[in-house]
């Protein structure tokens, strides 16, 4: 036979769960041991050699009958448990450098003995090859690297790295060049004028490295400035709902409030301060005729996201500029701050729901909700808001109300109520009160 594979190793031959066979062809081999077997996880490439065996991790040899041949390996050995899709086998042709063909001047000549020992050292010499095509090589037209040898007669250690040597012309170990590091010092920097701000060359990087800009106004009138960039308000920390609430120790213009005490009064920062708190919690912000002015009097209760700005107009006294809903969303109205579960109509009665919003809402909304089909084509679920005041048919008893204050919302409504039927004619029925629901909703 002739060498004309330059295959040195097959590519991944991936199990599926039930293959124990897998074929080496093309590779040529000439005895069993020009082989090495390796199991690789595909996922992770860990990769390990498997050894010849008859166990479950080991592989037998399937070589051809008569060498040199190609042939199959079985693994594992037992055949007992096959790899899975996400492991794969790599086998290899490792042939051992050696020629032990002793041809003798006496006796017939034998041309396929020859010829199988020139095709061993091919396979020898491609087997090389496919090791040095793995290695790092210096291009054949690079003048630049004349010595490859590494520190002659030196003795090194795991400290030091492979480096190019200071002439640029081949390769040294050793220690690799200390850098400078710089460390942040504890030290507050401050406010300098430009001209006195140090050039700085210390590695503790601080005030002596750097000059922080004061801020430059631009007179307008005698009495005012004017801001001529942005301006940005500093975050204090974290400040906890108390009926006192402490924003001074907490320096900055916003403040996120947590918990969900309510809150009755303000200390001072400061008259003309603005502050701006968004709401982690729900306590309920508390009106106070001079130390906490609210709308029309009302206390409200907070839902987290919702955000407030206040300004200090006298002392630790207050007043609301803006009361923004976390809850807002594609410009329409945030809310409800209160829905109610859905609730059956009371016939002739009133039904009442506790809204706990802690003032007299400033919206409210009733829903009338099919829970089946109804009669009138409703379908489950469907719903509409329902306009008042309602008096249907104006017959005796046929009439729904809508009344709130600060605690609760009262619908009282009377025997009958109609509604337009959507199907037939688009006239007015009297409804099944069982197959429809109440729900109401409330903003603060």
């Known amino acids: 036979m002739t060498s004309t594979s330059l295959v040195q190793k097959t590519s991944n031959l991936p199990g599926n769960g039930s293959n124990f066979t897998f074929s080496f062809s093309p590779l040529i081999v000439y005895e069993n041991t020009d082989i090495e077997v390796f199991h690789i996880v595909t996922s992770t490439g860990v990769e390990t050699q498997i050894s010849e065996g008859t166990s479950s991790s080991t592989y037998v040899f399937n070589g051809p009958t008569t060498f040199p041949g190609t042939g199959t390996i079985t693994y594992p050995a037992d055949s007992v448990t096959a790899i899975p899709s996400t492991e794969a086998i790599v086998i290899k042709k490792v042939l051992p450098l050696t020629q032990d063909t002793d041809l003798n001047n006496q006796g017939g000549y034998f041309p396929e003995v020859l010829e199988r020992r020139l095709d061993k050292i091919v396979g020898m010499m491609i087997q090389q090859q496919e090791i040095l095509d793995r290695c790092l090589k210096i291009p054949i037209t690079d003048a630049t690297i004349t010595d490859t040898e590494i520190n002659p007669g030196d003795t090194r250690d795991a400290t030091e790295t492979l480096q190019v040597n200071s002439a640029g012309t081949g390769f040294i170990s050793g220690t690799p060049v200390a850098s400078t590091t710089g460390t942040a010092s504890s030290v507050t920097p401050q406010d300098v004028n430009l001209s006195a701000g140090a050039a700085g060359g210390n590695t503790a990087y601080s005030r002596d490295d750097h000059a922080h800009l004061l801020p430059t106004t631009v007179p307008r009138l005698a009495t005012e400035n004017i801001w001529t960039e942005t301006q940005i308000f500093a975050k204090g920390g974290d400040v906890t709902a108390a009926n006192a609430l402490d924003l001074d120790a907490q320096a900055g213009n916003f403040w996120d409030i ?174 099944t009160q069982s197959e429809y629901n109440w729900v109401v909703r409330a903003w603060a």
């Open 258 to 431: 947590t918990g969900n005490t309510a809150i009755t009064s303000i200390g001072s920062i400061g008259v003309g301060t603005l502050a701006v708190l968004q709401f982690d919690g729900t306590p309920t912000l508390t009106h106070h005729a001079t130390n906490l002015i609210l709308p029309a009097g009302q206390n409200i209760v907070m839902q987290a996201g919702d955000i407030v700005g206040l300004y200090e107009y006298a002392s630790a006294d207050w007043r609301l500029l803006f009361h923004t809903h976390g809850t807002a969303t594609n410009g329409r109205m945030p809310g409800p701050d209160f829905e109610s579960a859905e609730t059956a109509l009371n016939n002739d009665a009133q039904t009442t729901f506790t809204h706990s919003l802690g003032r007299v809402p400033s919206k409210v909304e009733v829903i009338l909700r099919a829970n089946t089909a109804t009669a009138q084509g409703w379908a489950d679920n469907e719903e509409m808001v329902f306009s008042f005041p309602y008096r249907g048919l104006n017959t005796t008893d046929d009439g729904v109300d809508l009344t709130f204050d600060g605690t609760s919302i009262f619908i009282t409504q009377g025997t009958a109520m109609h509604l337009v039927d959507h199907g037939a004619g688009f006239s007015l029925e009297a409804i």
